[in-house]
């Protein structure tokens, strides 16, 4: 009697007990006509077994008990012809018996003649089996089952009536309880209720939940059939993280007759599962299989609700299909028909969209990213998944198939479609290798499509291109791009790709990317290795846009311009050249520079580094220039950089910035330079004013607007001269400058020539505070400039010699030409161009080529008045020039006053007129006059006489005209006014003042119309110094003073006095030694 | 002292010491004429004061003209008696008779 | 007594008045102590 127990680990052993083989010994063929002589034969030898039925029983149960080797004791209760009870049947070591049942009937019938054996009973029968790694054992019983030799197995031909049969498997993957009930021929007819629980089971890393199989177990045909339920409440494998909840299958299994093969059908409903990530709200499904040879072959059905995949979710999924297996599941191939409804985009992808779209936050990528996400989940909504999958675990690893699959979106167009994809899993850690077609579609998503090639050696070809993608403004497109990858993993890749929207800081249109480099299979990423031509229709950074261009960008030496680890690239590019052209708002402007660098990556934010930059502004004709020779700027946030020797010179503004160098930064479209220095000059050919330098000065450009604050100095001083705040729009190409001059001193530190060549020569010398504002305005049509400048008082050296105290202030209409408004007025102090005249004030005003108009001036002057006739003065010529003074209300009482000469008094009040003529030479009168006013005046000497050896004559005449009344006195002058005056005094209507000895003859003379004409020709100045060193010692300066005698008194060796008298040249003075008057000299008091 | 560009335009003899006490233009352009008129105004501020109350400020001029002629360096320009520009050779110089 | 008849031209008395002053020599000392202060200009 021997059972080959099937190997599928999950049927439990069927309990017919150990008796089962005992009738295939008996049965024997029928044959014809030798049959029925048989036939007698046997009824005798029937008979005669009958009465020895008991021992035939007896040892019948013995000799099989015997043969079987098994140890076993019963009771036997009656043996009968037709049937034999036994009871208590204890098998094993009673003390834990193998197997023991209650009470065994066995029914014997004859069956031609030979007492065959009918129905077996078993009642309540108890095995106790143990089944450990893989090997079913049933204790004692195991050595009957050994039977069974090479002949197929078959089920044992016995008719069987199971009463409460129970057995109970202790295994290593937990206890099973099974119960039995049922009868029948067990070859053909079996019919039984088959059940067994386990509480728990536990196998291969996994632990199910409590599992019943309860069902009908049939044989017929020699083939038993169980159909019934096998429900499991629950399985957990911790390994593979699976989890299953409630599963029931409807099992319908009909084994082969030699039990080593199996066919059937199923129904399968299963609970939760969730195995890793994915999750499946619970399944039902069908299948028809047969299990022969070794080999497994089935048709299945299966329907998924809610598949919940990180990378998808479908509401509804079917597969469908077949799957064979050979030698075991070692080698298996399954072939599915997958069918999804309503499927949903995975949480990752979604994510992976939703960080793509964060990540790149305000450029091109987000609204791209934002739009496909979008769509994406619109054509989710009522999606249909179809595919044949193919599934093959071959010798060298799991081969997944998909020779056809698409997802089609709501709108019924494919989303993704897939073609002859192969993909190999070779196990844990291996990138699998996938081949095959994808094109990807849908209403608003990207089109692509790309082929995949699984190359020699294991290397995989890819190429794909996607279709230009559109979203707003936004759009990316992939040309080509073709990826390669080594047998070890590393990819590289190459193809085109074209971008428009907005780039980090600006905004591109159609810029034609070409992309290649490689990805090492150490995760290091390296594109662009060699110079790459980069162009772009348009590239614009806040209101600068360039034109359609070509760059060629190149990496540094040896490197990639991108590479490192995904997470930490560094990126630098280099040009040999810029060449660019473009708009910056609507003014027109060119971009040309040397060497240009640009990295950035790591935790530093990117850095710049240009050379030989020029930008021209505006129109060819009128554009702004600047020349920069070195640019450095960091890239974080915003650009900030340094800039150095930069030549600026806007077009309308005639003034020009060189060596400008300073910091400067650009931040959300505005542009500032900060601690600027640099030098201001005039681009005039003949410069209206020297270079002027300016330190932390600072600019702002935006909206096409510059505005500039500075403060000028003047170089060598380094004195603050003015406050310039300038004011430029681009476009319009207008502007402002305002010049704040606040307290400018001048002094030997810092003369006017040094900030103006045009006044060398005309101020000399000065010295004093002078203040004031001007603003230069120019557009389009030109420049225009006016100030308005004041001084409290400056002294300085002129050509007409030195001016102390000049003060008031110019209004100037054209101030870089240097025109006044008209009239303007300026008082003087004290002026000397040989005669001091003081508190003079002076018209004038100042046209364009420096034409000085005086309109007049006005001195007072010994208690009348001084005034200048208009007249005209190019300034900074050697030119002679005419001037007028008149005069007007001269006091002689006054004048002799002011000369201080005590001891002569003199009354009249004369008029006049001084024609004066200066050249370089200085300035002298000519044919001036004075004329006394009616009733004229008188001149008497009020001194003491203190010469006395004054001849007779010259007494005489001296007391005679000791006073004179004059009725009219006419003054002549000539002569320089630095040098001698010629004066031609004459004196009519004469009689003797008021205090002259009148005599006899002095009465006769008065009456006598006599004129006095008395031509003095002296130094003007000094004429009044010697008249008064006639009476004041004092007055004269001390004669060793002027080294004419040496300090003991000696004459110094100074060359002897001598007479020359030489009559004076034009200018020359000629002084010469005569009269005995001594000299006098005195220092003179003002 | 002198200024740079002034004493180069001594020593290149494109200026001279003229008779009446101040600076002469012999050859050069704008700026040297430019740089004369300074010198010069500064001459005529310093003899109008330092003549005061002494002689007229030609007669001072002169006078001091006379040592400068005098002092002039060998190479250096100077105002011959007839007006016409004289180069200081190594002896004395051409001296107004009414020089001290 | 003497009459005198006032003839009807004036009687032009012109006296002419040369007021020299030897300057030059005793400036000589002075103006060499001016150029010394002014170096700059001289």
Redesign the interface.
């Known amino acids: 009697m021997s059972q080959e127990i099937d190997q599928t680990p999950d049927t439990e052993e069927a309990a017919t007990g150990g008796l089962a083989s005992r009738g295939r010994l008996l049965r024997g063929r029928a044959w014809g006509a030798p049959v029925l002589v048989v036939g007698g034969l046997l009824a005798a030898a029937l008979g005669a077994t009958w009465l020895s039925r008991e021992e035939i029983a007896a040892n019948l149960i013995e000799r099989e008990l015997d043969s079987l080797g098994l140890e076993a004791r019963y009771d036997i209760v009656r043996i009968g012809p037709s049937e034999q009870v036994i009871r208590n049947l204890v098998i094993g070591d009673p003390a834990r018996p193998d197997l023991t049942v209650k009470e065994l009937r066995i029914a014997t019938r004859l069956s031609w003649g030979l007492p065959g054996v009918g129905r077996i009973t078993v009642v309540k029968p108890r095995l106790y089996g143990s089944w450990h790694d893989g090997k079913l054992s049933f204790g004692s019983l195991d050595k009957a089952m050994a039977g069974g030799g090479s002949a197929p197995f078959e089920m044992p031909d016995y008719d069987l009536a199971v009463e409460d049969g129970r057995a109970l498997i202790d295994s290593d993957h937990g206890r099973i309880g099974v119960k039995l009930a049922g009868a029948g021929e067990l070859r053909d007819g079996f019919s039984g209720e088959l059940a067994a629980l386990s509480p728990v089971l536990t196998g291969g890393g996994c632990t199910t939940g409590p599992a019943t199989l309860y069902g009908k177990l049939t044989t017929s045909a020699g083939k038993p059939r169980f159909a019934g339920p096998v429900r499991l409440a629950s399985l957990t494998c911790s390994a593979q993280d699976l989890r299953l909840g409630k599963t029931a299958v409807q099992l319908d299994l009909t084994l082969d007759k030699a039990l080593d093969g199996a066919s059937g059908k199923m129904e399968l409903a299963v609970g939760a599962v969730r195995y890793g990530a994915q999750k499946l709200a619970g399944g039902s499904g069908s299948g028809r299989f047969t299990y022969r040879d070794n080999a497994l072959s089935a048709t299945y059905r299966i329907a998924g609700r809610r598949l919940d995949t990180p990378q998808a979710r479908l509401a509804q999924v079917t597969l469908e299909g077949r799957a064979r297996s050979t030698g075991g599941l070692a080698r298996f191939d399954i072939d599915a028909d997958l069918t999804g409804r309503e499927m949903a985009l995975g949480s990752t992808v979604d994510r992976a969209l939703l960080s793509a779209q964060q990540t790149a936050a305000g450029t091109l990528g987000a609204p791209i990213a934002a739009q496909v996400r979008q769509n994406l989940a619109r054509e989710m909504r009522g999606s249909t998944v179809n595919a044949s999958l193919l599934v093959r675990n071959s010798g060298d690893g799991l081969n997944l198939v998909v020779t056809r699959g698409s997802l089609k979106g709501g709108s019924g167009t494919s989303v993704l479609s897939l073609s002859r994809v192969q993909a190999l899993f070779r196990g844990k850690g291996r990138a699998p290798r996938v081949t095959g077609n994808f094109t990807t579609g849908g209403r608003g998503l990207p089109q692509a499509w790309g082929r995949m090639e699984m190359g020699e050696g294991g290397r995989i070809a890819m190429n794909a291109s996607m279709a230009d993608y559109r979203a707003g403004t936004a759009m990316v497109g992939v040309p080509r791009v073709a990826m390669e990858q080594a047998g070890d993993g590393a990819l590289s890749f190459n193809g085109q790709v074209v971008l428009s929207g907005d780039v980090p800081g600006g905004n591109a249109r159609n810029l034609l990317l070409p992309v290649d480099g490689n990805w090492g299979a150490d995760g290091r990423l390296a594109v662009w290795r060699r110079c790459t031509d980069v162009s772009f229709d348009a590239l614009s950074f806040s209101n600068l846009v360039i034109d359609k261009r070509k760059l060629t960008l190149c990496p540094a030496r040896g490197g990639a311009i991108v590479e490192g680890r995904p997470d930490n690239l560094l990126l630098a590019a280099g040009a040999t050249s810029l060449d660019l052209s473009g708009h910056l708002g609507e003014t027109s402007v060119r971009i040309a520079s040397g060497p240009i660098g640009f990295a950035m990556g790591g935790a530093k934010p990117g850095v710049i580094k240009a050379s030989a930059i020029k930008v021209a502004l505006g129109p060819a004709d009128t554009a702004s220039h600047f020349t920069v020779s070195q640019l450095d700027a960091q890239v974080g946030k915003e650009i900030a950089g340094t800039f150095d020797d930069a030549d600026i010179s806007l077009a309308a503004v005639p003034l020009d910035m060189r060596q400008a160098a300073g910091r400067w930064r650009y931040a959300n479209g505005v542009a500032s330079i900060e601690g600027a220095q640099f030098t201001l000059v005039d681009r005039e050919p003949v410069a209206r004013f020297q270079p002027m330098i300016a330190r932390d000065a600072t600019l702002r450009l935006a909206d096409n607007r510059i505005t500039a604050q500075a403060l000028l100095r003047e170089p060598a001083s380094d004195r603050a001269v003015a406050r310039a705040d300038i004011v430029h729009d681009l476009s319009k190409a207008d502007g402002h400058a305002d010049l704040a001059v606040d307290s400018l001193v001048f002094d030997d530190k810092l003369q006017p020539d040094a900030l103006s060549r045009t006044v060398l020569g005309i101020v000399s010398d000065l010295k004093g505070v002078v203040r004031g504002t001007g603003r230069i305005d120019w557009n389009a049509r030109g420049v225009t400039s006016r100030g308005r400048f004041a001084t409290d008082g400056v002294d300085f050296a002129a050509a007409l010699g030195p001016v102390r105290q000049l003060s008031g202030n110019i209004v100037f209409t054209d101030l870089l030409g240097m025109v006044t408004a008209p009239n303007q007025s300026v008082h003087i102090a004290s002026m000397n161009p040989g005669i001091e005249v003081t508190d003079g004030t002076i018209s004038y005003e100042l046209r364009p080529g420096y034409n000085l108009i005086v309109n007049g001036g006005k001195w007072p002057f010994m208690n009348g008045t001084l005034t200048l006739d208009p007249a005209r003065m190019q300034i900074g010529a050697a030119e002679t020039r005419y001037y007028t003074l008149r005069v007007a209300g001269l006091d002689a009482a006054d004048f002799v006053q002011h000369l201080e000469l005590t001891n002569i008094n003199a009354s009249g009040v004369f008029d006049g007129e001084l024609p004066m003529i200066f050249d370089e030479h200085g300035g002298r009168i000519e044919n001036g006059f004075l004329r006394s006013r009616d009733p004229g005046g008188n001149v008497s000497y009020v001194g003491a006489l203190t010469y006395k050896d004054l001849s007779a004559m010259g007494n005489f005449a001296f007391d005679a005209l000791k006073s004179v009344n004059y009725r009219k006195m006419e003054i002549g002058l000539g002569g320089s006014l630095s040098g001698d005056i010629v004066t031609r005094i004459s004196f009519d209507g004469l009689s003797q003042g008021q205090g002259a000895s009148k005599n006899f003859i002095t009465k006769q003379v008065a009456k006598l119309p006599i004129r006095f004409i008395v031509n003095i020709k002296a130094p003007f100045f000094s004429l009044f110094g010697s008249m008064r060193s006639l009476y004041d010692p004092t007055y004269v300066t001390d004669p060793r003073v002027l080294g004419l005698l040496n300090s003991d008194g000696s004459r110094s060796n100074g060359r002897p006095d001598a007479t020359i008298n030489v009559a004076p040249p034009a200018q020359q003075p000629a002084p010469a030694q005569s009269g005995a008057i001594q000299p006098p000299v005195s220092e003179k008091k003002p | 002292q002198r200024t740079p560009e002034y004493a180069a335009a001594r020593a290149a003899g494109q200026v001279g010491e003229q008779r009446d006490g101040y600076l002469g233009v012999v050859s050069g352009g704008a700026d040297i004429s430019a740089m004369v008129r300074d010198i010069n105004n500064k001459r005529r501020s310093v003899y109008t004061s330092a003549a005061q109350g002494k002689s007229t400020i030609e007669e001072y001029a002169f006078t001091t003209g006379c040592k400068l002629i005098r002092d002039t360096k060998a190479g250096e320009k100077y105002q011959g008696l007839d007006g016409s520009w004289k180069t200081r050779g190594g002896g004395a110089p051409e001296l107004d008779p009414r020089c001290p | 007594?003497?009459q005198?008849a006032?003839?009807?031209?004036?009687?032009?008395?012109?006296?002419?008045?040369?007021?020299?002053?030897?300057?030059?020599?005793?400036?000589?000392?002075?103006?060499?102590k001016?150029?010394e202060q002014?170096?700059?200009?001289?």
């Not at chain 3, 002419?16 to 000392?29: F, G, H, S, T």
């Not at chain 3, 002014?38 to 001289?42: K, L, M, T, V």
């Open positions: 007594c003497i005198v006032a003839p009807d031209k004036p009687i032009v008395i012109e006296l002419n008045i040369n007021i020299r002053q030897e300057v030059v020599y005793r400036l000589a000392a002075d103006a060499a001016t150029v002014n170096e700059g200009i001289f």
